[in-house]
C-alpha cells in the first residue's frame, strides 16, 4: 500500500500544536508540514489576502499527494474553508467546526471563544454554534497580542502574559462560560495561565485536539487510516528562517523537529 501523509498548513509555527494533537491521536501517520513563516501573522489581515495565501498554501500541500489536508490555522478556517474545500481533490478538515461541536458538547452553559482579530471578525465560531444551537449565549473576544507573546517565548508565569491576559479575559470572566474555546494555534501554550483566571469550572477546549479526533475519524470512514501503531514521520517546510523554525517549532510541537526545508513563497501556487 502506497503510504500518503496528512498534510496540514499554518500561517507559521502555532500550526504544530495541531501537530501535537494529530501525532498523540494517529502516531502512524506520516504528516507534510507548511508553515508560512514568511507572511505570518495572517490574523490580521484581510479576508481577500488570507483567503489566497490559504488557497497557494493549500496548492503547494496538495502536489504532496496528501490523503487528506487539515487547516490548523484558525484564521485561514474561519476565511477560507469554503474555497479550499471547493479546490481540493481530498477531504479538507478545518479547525473551527470541529472545536464548535466540543464546545457544545461539553457544556449547556454559555460559551466564550478567544481568537485572533480576523477570527473573531469573521464571525465563523459564532456561526457554527448557532447552527449547532441558535440559543446558546456565545461571547468573542480577539486577543492580538497573545500570538506574538507566545512566538517570543513568554508563556506561563510571565507578568506580561499575566497582565495582558487579565485585561483580555476580563469580559469573558463577567460572562461566565461553561467552556472557553481556545480559537488560535497558539493559545494551548497559555492554557496554564488561562485554566488560572478563568477557574476550574470553565472547560477550555483547544482547536488542536477537536481536530484531530475529527480527523481519525474521517480517516477511518474513509479506510485511509494508517495501519501503522507509531512511527510516523514529520516533514516540514517553512516559507523562512528554517533555523528559527526548527528552534521555537520543538516548542510549539512537542518533539525535535528535524526536517525543514525553505521553499520561497513564489514556489507555493505553482500547479
Ligand atoms: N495560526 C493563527 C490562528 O490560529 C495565529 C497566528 C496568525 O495570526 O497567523 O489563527
Wanted: aromatic fraction near 4%; proline fraction near 7%.
Amino acid at each position: 500500500m502506497v503510504r500518503r501523509p496528512i498534510g496540514v498548513f499554518d500561517s507559521g509555527l502555532g500550526g504544530l500544536t495541531v501537530v501535537r494533537e494529530l501525532a498523540r491521536a494517529m502516531p502512524g501517520e506520516d504528516i507534510v508540514y507548511l508553515g508560512d513563516t514568511a507572511r505570518v501573522p495572517y490574523g490580521i489581515k484581510s479576508p481577500q489576502t488570507i483567503r489566497t495565501f490559504a488557497r497557494q498554501d493549500a496548492a503547494f500541500l496538495l502536489r504532496h499527494r496528501p490523503k487528506l489536508l487539515v487547516v490548523a490555522c484558525n484564521t485561514a478556517s474561519a476565511a477560507a474553508i469554503d474555497l479550499l474545500r471547493e479546490v481540493s481533490p481530498v477531504e479538507v478538515v478545518d479547525v473551527i467546526q470541529p472545536s464548535a461541536e466540543a464546545a457544545v458538547r461539553a457544556t449547556s452553559g454559555a460559551i466564550g471563544v478567544i481568537a485572533t482579530e480576523a477570527t473573531i471578525a469573521s464571525g465563523a465560531y459564532q456561526r457554527s454554534i448557532a447552527a449547532l444551537d441558535p440559543g446558546r449565549e456565545v461571547l468573542a473576544v480577539a486577543c492580538p497580542l497573545l500570538v506574538p507573546l507566545v512566538e517570543e517565548g513568554r508563556a506561563d508565569d510571565n507578568p506580561i502574559v499575566s497582565y495582558v491576559l487579565c485585561d483580555y479575559l476580563a469580559p469573558l470572566q463577567r460572562f461566565r462560560p461553561g467552556v472557553l474555546v481556545l480559537g488560535c494555534t497558539h493559545y494551548p501554550l497559555l492554557a496554564e495561565p488561562i485554566r488560572k483566571l478563568m477557574g476550574p469550572q470553565v472547560v477550555l477546549v483547544s482547536s488542536g485536539q477537536a481536530a484531530a479526533l475529527e480527523v481519525q475519524r474521517r480517516l477511518k470512514i474513509a479506510r485511509l487510516a494508517s495501519p501503522s501503531p507509531n512511527g510516523g514521520s514529520l516533514h516540514c517546510y517553512t516559507t523562512d528562517n528554517p533555523d528559527r523554525f526548527a528552534r521555537l517549532g520543538e516548542r510549539f510541537g512537542g518533539r525535535t523537529i528535524d526536517h525543514v526545508e525553505l521553499i520561497g513563497t513564489d514556489e507555493l501556487d505553482r500547479g
